[in-house]
């Protein structure tokens, strides 16, 4: 039991081969409420699973007790900026439990998906992402600015969304 005031840890960890089924049936529960307003692909567990896990993928996950409670995952894709190639590593999905999300999970899985680009990936010279606006404090409270904006559909709806990004590296290549 925990008492009053006082915040459980979390395990966060990068996902492993044998999660991955475990971690794809979790996301399918956290997107649940959204029901028929998801994209096809984020409608099973298999494209799920091929999404956030491979050599195009950076994924956490956070437990608590064994439980998956929260997930951040993002793809790498490869930026030509003159004649070098570096890895643009790109956050495309992050969930948590709504109690986990109350004690800032998500503002430490944001964090320790830096880290982990930043291990993995020491050439890479910044992280994006795209949000519906507001921006939620787990990005800037870790150093995300805003980038740029673009008008599409979210949820089913024409909407504003805002990209981020973080510098990792300091460059003398302007990036554009």
């Known amino acids: 039991m925990r008492s009053s005031g006082a915040q459980m840890s979390f ?15 979790a996301i399918l529960q956290f997107l649940k409420p959204l029901g028929g307003q998801l994209p096809p692909f984020l409608q099973d567990s298999k494209s799920i699973g091929r999404m956030i896990f491979g ?3 950076v994924t956490l996950i956070a437990r608590r007790d064994e439980k998956i409670v929260g997930i951040i995952s993002g793809i790498v894709l ?34 320790k998906f830096l880290e982990q680009v930043k291990s993995q990936f020491p050439n890479a010279p910044a992280v994006e992402t795209t949000l519906p606006v507001p921006i939620p404090e787990a990005y800037s409270s870790n150093g ?21 990004r973080k510098q990792l590296s300091r460059s003398n290549t302007p990036v554009m």
């Open 11 to 25: 395990n966060i960890e990068c996902l492993r081969e044998k999660d991955v089924e475990e971690s794809a049936k």
């Open 55 to 57: 050599p195009h993928a």
């Open 78 to 111: 490869r930026q030509t900026i003159g004649e070098m190639t570096a890895p643009q590593p790109r956050i495309e999905l992050m969930i948590s439990d709504a109690e986990c999300a109350k004690e800032h999970l998500d503002s430490k899985l944001v964090g």
């Open 144 to 164: 995300f600015a805003f980038a740029g904006f673009f008008k599409g559909a979210f949820q089913g709806r024409e909407a504003f969304t805002v990209i981020l």
